[in-house]
């Protein structure tokens, strides 16, 4: 399976493996093209801590409680 990345997807990535993170796409991203659809959303977790991610210049929402979906353009 090949999936295009939108360019500030992959520059994100980029930063993040630069920084010794891993960003992993998850959700949509990978769903829709499993099943023959364009992928309608960008959504990507990483295993750097919030404060970590923000500094490498992601928009970060922590939460506790139920898993919580946010959208925002």
Do not use: K
């Amino acid at each position: 399976m090949n999936i295009s990345l939108p360019a500030p997807l992959v520059r994100l990535g980029e930063a993040f493996r630069a920084g010794g993170f891993s960003l992993y796409a998850v959700g949509g991203l990978v769903r829709n093209p499993l099943l023959g659809l364009p992928a309608s959303d960008w959504d990507v977790c990483t295993d750097a801590l919030p404060e970590e991610a923000a500094a490498l210049g992601a928009q970060v929402f922590a939460v506790q409680g139920p898993p919580l979906e946010v959208a925002a353009n």
